[in-house]
């Protein structure tokens, strides 16, 4: 395999200061490795998902700090300011029309129902 062709793991994406266009390429040949094995929703070990919405075709990815979804004409990469707390970007991102609970988790490293409870708790931080 060559250097070009080589998939980075999605979760070391955010911290090789990798440029947008390598996340996004990364992110596609995960997304079409996953596809080709007809996976719509998987947890990795390291904590990062996939999901494939068949209603609006949407594809995402997230990992700790990072999120790219695929959608049929654009494709959105979201990345956690150093010196942001998962709480204060997690959030910004909760508009109910963009991003699932599940995602919000494993974007703040954490998981769904720390998400759920960290979004209904708007005393602490």
């Known amino acids: 395999m060559t250097d070009e062709s080589k998939i980075v793991p999605f979760t070391e994406l955010k911290d090789l200061n990798v440029d947008l266009n390598l996340a996004v390429e990364q992110a596609n040949k995960m997304t079409a490795v996953l596809d080709s094995m007809g996976i719509e929703k998987a947890t990795f070990k390291t904590g990062a998902t996939f999901h494939r919405d068949n209603n609006s075709d949407v594809a ?14 654009t494709t959105t990469v979201t990345i956690r300011h150093q010196g942001s707390t998962e ?5 910004e991102l909760n508009d109910p ?4 609970q599940e995602t919000l988790g494993s ?4 998981s769904q129902p720390w998400a759920s409870i960290s979004l209904s708790d708007t005393t602490k931080d």
Do not use: C, N, P, W
């Not at 709480?87 to 959030?91: C, D, G, I, S, T």
């Not at 029309?97 to 699932?100: A, L, S, V, W």
């Open 87 to 91: 709480k204060e970007a997690m959030k």
């Open 97 to 100: 029309e963009q991003i699932t």
């Open 107 to 110: 974007f703040s490293g954490k």
């Open 60 to 73: 995402t990815l997230a990992t700790d700090g990072l999120i790219v979804q695929k959608r049929e004409h």
